[in-house]
């Protein structure tokens, strides 16, 4: 079967750094993506990870590492806008998206 | 343009009617994508289309139909559904849809909010 897990909810504080990690199991992998989703509105393409390390854009940045079946998004910096919601999202022979993690940033 | 829109942004239906949702994109996209996603969970694939036909069908009932009558635009046809229908359908498009190799990145349009009742 797939499997894709997320912790439900976190908080953090605005200027403060918070990581949001994802776990997979699925058959088959060809990449996987981090998307944000706002309240209502589309999910939104924030990364994509298809070799082990890390990829950073700006205040954002992604891990992966296959052999665990392991990824994190990494949040700088953080700001009351990146309230949302994150979507962990594995490619394989189509997107399969993780619970999601609904991430509150507090003032 | 690098859109997804995505027609109407809100649908109330009975579950006796027949509508139909629109997305279209102008980016030269050749695959297109119908997701149903419910309040506070991941959206879930329904359909996927690759170059004008229909690549995958995820054991989605008949009372929804789906449709692409040229390579900007999707439709999803509905009939008969029913409350626990109500979701936001969202419509992505990607530059290819290639089974088991490396993934395009999908551009998810606005959504239609449908509240069947």
């Known amino acids: 079967g797939q499997n894709i897990d997320q912790p439900t909810e976190m908080t953090a504080t605005e200027g403060a750094i918070v990581q949001i990690n994802c776990t997979y199991q699925?058959?088959?992998?060809?990449?996987l993506f981090w998307y944000q989703q706002h309240a209502g509105e589309a999910p939104t393409f924030l990364s994509y990870?298809?070799?082990?390390g890390l990829e950073e854009k700006g205040r954002f940045s992604s891990f992966l590492s296959r052999s665990k079946g392991y990824s994190y998004l990494l949040l700088k910096e953080l700001q009351m806008k990146d309230s949302a919601s994150y979507l962990c999202?594995?490619?394989?022979?189509?997107?399969?998206f993780g619970t999601g993690t609904r991430l509150q940033v507090f003032p | 343009d690098t859109e997804v829109t995505q027609t109407p942004k809100h649908l109330v239906m009975g579950m006796t009617n027949k509508k139909s949702l629109k997305c279209e994109q102008h980016?030269?996209?050749?695959?297109m994508y119908w997701y149903k996603q419910k309040a506070k969970k991941p959206p879930e694939l329904m359909f996927v289309?690759?170059?004008?036909?229909?690549?995958i069908n995820e054991s989605v009932p008949s009372r929804f139909s789906p449709e692409c009558p040229n390579s900007s635009l999707l439709n999803l046809h509905l009939h008969a559904l029913q409350p626990e229908d109500s979701a936001l359908y969202l419509c992505?498009?990607?530059?290819?849809?290639?089974?088991?190799?490396?993934?395009?990145?999908?551009?998810f349009g606005p959504g239609t909010r449908l509240t069947v009742l």
């Open positions: 992505a498009s990607s530059q290819e849809f290639t089974s088991g190799s490396s993934y395009n990145e999908q551009f």
């Open positions: 699925t058959s088959g992998f060809n990449g």
């Open positions: 990870n298809v070799l082990d």
């Open positions: 999202a594995v490619c394989t022979d189509k997107l399969i």
């Open positions: 980016m030269g996209h050749r695959a």
């Open positions: 289309y690759s170059y004008e036909k229909l690549s």
